[in-house]
């Protein structure tokens, strides 16, 4: 398979993965949606500027880092099945990038224009700041030069996170059992939810992207469960016009209070507690 082949391949499957859960979560939502358009606008109008830099930002730089791989890996290495490994590797990484995302004060002015969304659905995994989009690229040239990444295989992990982000974001209303299964093993909407939380102890947990194990692991999973009428977005902020939305990197949007500093000991008790009042929780 070309390296075209592969890139078109993940369009193809990203894209009908989209069209399915859209249209799922309106046939069957979990929350009510709130009416209008507005947010659906802002959300396509980011996703279409980050579709814009990525053949110019994201690709030029994942293909420069796999071809300048620290050593060259055997045949072995190189085999189909050995992706699997690259995937895990590429998603501990993820974690750790979106861990950072919301302890540097920096980072989180990149990330924040995505938590700021006041309500979550498939459109919600599209809308991310050009700037966090191209910030990610250029970090992820490291593992990727570090464990001679091929670039097909980057591709296949941008794909299998796709299709989890779109799918923990999802409005989907899921049989409870079924996702409490699933979310020993992938990461499904009841966990990220959480994540989405306008309370500051809980926009600090579930940084998971594919895999749910990683929370587990490095002692991030929140305790609180996801609640039907649970106020999504930033504690203390309001969602913004898309140019306001755009102009998160420079206007800031708060942070979450503890810089994601959270002991061990907080989390198993259900996060530090917020000076904040906790609205809608
Ligand atoms: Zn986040």
Redesign the pocket.
């Known amino acids: 398979m070309t390296l075209e082949a592969v890139v078109v391949f993940k369009a193809w499957i990203v894209g009908i993965w989209f069209a399915c859960v859209f249209i799922g979560e309106r046939i069957a939502p979990k929350t009510a949606a709130p009416s209008g358009c507005g947010r659906l606008l802002a959300n396509g109008a980011l996703w279409l500027i980050v579709l814009l830099i990525s053949p110019v930002v994201v690709l030029p730089l994942t293909l420069l880092a796999s071809d300048h791989a620290l050593w060259t890996r055997q045949d072995a290495l190189a085999a189909w099945p050995i992706v699997i490994v690259d995937v895990i590797v590429l998603d501990c990484w993820t974690y750790w990038l979106?861990r950072a995302?919301?302890r540097a004060p920096a980072m989180w002015r990149l990330?924040a224009a995505?938590?700021l969304d006041e309500f979550l659905d498939s459109s919600s995994a599209l809308r991310f700041h050009a700037f966090e989009i191209a910030l990610s690229a250029l970090l992820r040239m490291a593992p990727i030069i570090l464990f001679a990444i091929p670039f097909a295989h980057v591709v296949v992990f941008e794909t299998v996170l796709l299709v989890a982000t779109i799918f923990h974001h999802s409005n989907l209303n899921l049989p409870a059992k079924f996702e409490r299964l699933l979310s020993r093993v992938v990461v499904t909407p009841s966990i990220h939810w959480v994540?989405h939380h306008a309370v500051w102890r809980d926009?600090n947990s579930n940084?998971s992207g594919v895999f749910s194990v990683w929370d587990r692991l490095f002692r991030t999973k929140s305790a609180s469960p996801r609640a039907p009428d649970m106020k999504i977005g930033v504690e203390g902020h309001s969602d913004r016009t898309f140019i306001g939305l755009l102009a998160t990197p420079f206007t800031g949007a708060g942070r979450p209070r503890s810089g994601g500093r959270e002991t061990r000991r907080e989390y198993q008790n259900g996060g530090p507690k917020s000076d904040a009042p906790s609205a809608g929780s």
């Open positions: 979106h995302y919301h990330h995505h938590h994540h926009t940084y």
